[in-house]
């Protein structure tokens, strides 16, 4: 066992610099001799820096290191004697984690390198061992790097042992993959779900807090969400299934267009092929729901999935639409509260809520959302979105005006319609004006 474990630092000592210069000198002094009262580890160890003939290999070292582990423990598992039980479980104990912690170097070592097909044969090898000795926890740290091998074309991560999986975060891509990454991406669904029920597993884990465990979890969860999504979204358009032309709705930079195109839609009526890649959405924001470092990829989902029910919506007639209705006012509350201020997703969903509104003749309602829309479209985004704006939001308040029955209130609604349109190219002026027409319009119903 203290062979192996040599063999470890020694593979450490390889990665620093100026190791070439300190494995040299060992080398020089294992050939110029030792006398007969030399340490025998310290014998080893200069014949293990003799071994790597002057060069200091890391590759060498882990796997000289996991191959004594394993002999160890086919050794204790020879010994019988009751006497050294206590002892035996101690070793055994110790050559597993050492055995685990190399294997997780081994895999980091070629990742780092490039050596990828070497990594993964390493990571299968590795899974076989730690199954074999009952071990859940480094069987799910093991099947963590093996889908972050297979998804290392997605991210530049940096490779450490110690950071299995990095989190799902708000710059990677949420858009559909090209057809041949498909069954890639399957393959890592079905590897994060054995990770989540290997960590929910009743027995006790080994060498494992609740709060290490709770950490794994989270992010093999907040992982499979994030594939879960992007497979969702590939199914779709491989199948030319209406829902994936409302995928802008995933990407911050075309939300703004997808909602504009949506507002001049009739909507679709979905097809039963559509209803697994939805499964796969709904199930990703159960995870993204929950958890609070996922506000932006929960924001870009459920506005996707709003707009994919206010669409089922839009193609039916107002009374059948309940369900329809529902589901998208749910998924668009969450998607506002995870976008605040200006920001393109908030446009967005106040553009789909107004959209929906209409459809369902609540104009009041749908001419306070596109107030809101406006309030929050970011100042840099061009005219062509300003104008679309301008000319719905006049064409709800002018059928609110020829709806209204009081005189005074179209009186009010005349005067407030003129002065947004004069101040509309103003900037701040318009946005006082925006803020007083849907301060009128909260009370109107």
């Known amino acids: 066992h203290w062979m192996a474990a040599l063999h470890a630092e020694l593979a450490k000592l390889a990665k620093l610099p100026g190791a070439e210069d300190y494995f040299a000198t060992q080398k020089s002094l294992y050939a110029n001799g030792l006398d ?78 490039g050596r990828f097909t070497k990594a993964l044969t390493t990571c299968n090898v590795g899974l076989q061992l730690f199954k074999a000795s ?53 393959q890592c669904v079905a590897h994060l779900k054995d990770v989540v029920q290997l ?21 093999a969860g907040r992982r499979l969400g994030y594939v879960q999504v992007r497979l969702a979204m590939s199914r779709l358009q491989a199948g030319q299934l209406p829902a994936a032309r409302l995928q802008g ?24 092929d559509e209803k697994p890649a939805m499964e796969l959405i709904l199930r990703a924001l159960e995870v993204f729901d929950r958890d609070p470092d996922c506000a932006g ?33 749910r998924h668009s509350d969450r998607a506002l509260a995870s976008a605040s201020g200006s920001h393109p997703r908030t446009f967005a969903a106040r553009v789909v809520k107004a959209c929906l509104a209409r459809h369902l003749r609540r104009g009041p309602e749908a001419a306070r959302e596109l107030c809101r829309a406006a309030l929050a479209l970011p100042a840099t985004v061009g005219e062509e979105a300003w104008n679309f704006l301008r000319a719905e939001l006049m064409n709800l308040l002018l059928r609110l005006l020829k709806d209204r029955k009081s005189a005074e209130e179209k009186h ?17 002026e318009r946005t006082a004006r925006l803020g007083d027409v849907l301060q009128f319009l909260e009370g109107v119903r």
């Open 412 to 428: 009010e609604i005349k005067d407030r319609t003129n002065s947004l349109l004069k101040a509309w190219d103003m900037g701040e």
């Open 297 to 329: 990829l929960c924001g870009a989902v459920n506005l996707f999935a709003t707009a994919v029910y206010t669409s089922r919506a839009l193609a039916k007639a107002p009374a059948e639409a309940r369900i329809e209705v529902k589901l998208a006012e």
């Open 134 to 186: 009952d071990d859940p926890l480094n069987e799910a740290k093991l099947l963590l790097w093996t889908v972050r091998l297979k998804l290392r074309g997605n991210n530049t991560w940096s490779w450490c042992p110690w950071s299995p999986l990095p989190n799902a975060s708000d710059e990677e891509p949420l858009e559909a993959l090209p057809q041949f990454q498909m069954t890639v991406y399957e």
């Open 36 to 113: 007969g009262n030399s340490n025998p580890r310290t014998v080893y160890e200069l014949g293990s820096c003799a071994m790597t003939e002057l060069l200091p290999n890391v590759e060498a070292h882990l796997n000289f290191s996991i191959s004594l582990s394993l002999r160890c423990l086919r050794r204790l598992g020879e010994l019988h004697s009751k006497e050294t039980d206590e002892k035996k479980q101690s070793v055994w104990r110790q050559s597993l984690d050492l055995i685990s912690r190399t294997y997780f170097e081994l895999v980091a070592h070629f990742g780092a390198s």
């Open 199 to 219: 960590l929910s597993t009743p027995k006790e884990v080994a060498n494992a807090t609740p709060e290490d465990l709770a950490s794994l979890k989270a992010v």
């Open 249 to 272: 709705f995933i990407s911050e930079g075309a939300c703004i267009e997808a909602a504009v195109a949506l507002w001049k839609s009739d909507g679709y009526m979905p097809s039963e």
